[in-house]
C-alpha cells in the first residue's frame, strides 16, 4: 500500500479552503457585494447584517436588487427612445401654447365684479 496519500479533491488538494491566490479577489468580491447591497437598499440594510447574512441569502438579495435595478433602467431607456412623453410648448408658428389646464379655466372664467 505504500505511504502515499491521494488527494479525493477534484482539485487535487486534501483540505478545502482558499490558496493565497484567490483570498484577495475572492475579499474584494465579498466586500463589492456588501457595499451594494448597503448602499442601492437604500437604508434597507446595514454592513453588520449583510456580511453575517448567510451566504445563499446574501447572493439572493444581491440577485434581487441588480433584477430591480435592471428593470428600472430598462423601462427608463425603454422612455427615452419613444420620446419619454416630451411635449414641446412651442406651436408650428412660433407662438407659446398654452396649457390645457389653463385653456379650460380662461374659457369658464367669468369676469370679476368689484362692489
Known sequence: MGGAIESISQL??????LISDNIAPAR????????QIVFYG????????????????????FNEIR?????EK?????????GGGKQTVINS???????ELLQKAASSKKPAKYS
Open 28 to 35: 474584494a468580491s465579498l466586500f463589492n457585494q456588501i457595499h
Open 12 to 17: 487535487g488538494l486534501a483540505f478545502f479552503g
Open 42 to 61: 437604500k437604508g434597507g440594510y446595514d454592513w453588520h447584517t449583510v456580511y453575517n447574512m448567510p451566504i445563499w441569502l446574501r447572493r439572493w438579495t
Open 67 to 71: 433584477n430591480y435595478y435592471e428593470e
Open 93 to 99: 408658428d412660433g407662438t407659446i401654447k398654452t396649457p
Open 74 to 82: 430598462e423601462v427608463a431607456e425603454g422612455k427615452k427612445s419613444s
